[in-house]
């Protein structure tokens, strides 16, 4: 998968709660969502909590870790399926073009194989230009355009 082995991949773990919590913050200010210690922290519970889907992982290069990748399983019930989402990706930018991004999807779809999933899906902004470029040579383009509904008022 072209993965630099030089970077470590495996869950994230209680003691990388500071570094994790950085790397999530700067994830949100990339894509301009409002600054919340209250969503960072119900993120981290999430991870850690056995009742939700979601999980993390982190990509560790020179013993430090510079990527973050949030996911869960979701059902496909269209195939019958399960597959990986991938929530939120993030690579330190000191360290971009040198693998962090491609070695966590590497893993995503590693595990995807390994428990009968599907496909590894996410979604990035149109104007992520930088990651479209990676993830062009990783994935397919899929033609589905995305679409939110906010809740019905009471």
Partial sequence: MGTNADI????????DEE??????RAYRAFYKHPAS?????RVWGWIFDPEQECGSLVAELDD?????????????P???TVGIWL??????PAVRGKGVGRTLIGRLQEMAAADGCSAVRWITSEDNHQAQSLYNK???RTEWVTYDAMPAAN
Avoid at 37 to 41: A, C, F, H
Avoid at 87 to 92: G, P, Q, W
């Fill in 8 to 15: 470590t991949v495996r869950p994230v773990a209680i003691e």
């Fill in 19 to 24: 570094r994790w919590r950085e790397l999530f």
């Fill in 37 to 41: 210690e209250e969503v960072i922290s």
């Fill in 64 to 76: 430090t870790i510079v990527g973050i990748a949030n996911h869960r399983k979701f059902l496909r």
């Fill in 78 to 80: 269209s195939s019958g």
């Fill in 87 to 92: 929530d939120d990706l993030f690579t330190d």
């Fill in 138 to 140: 990783v994935a397919e």
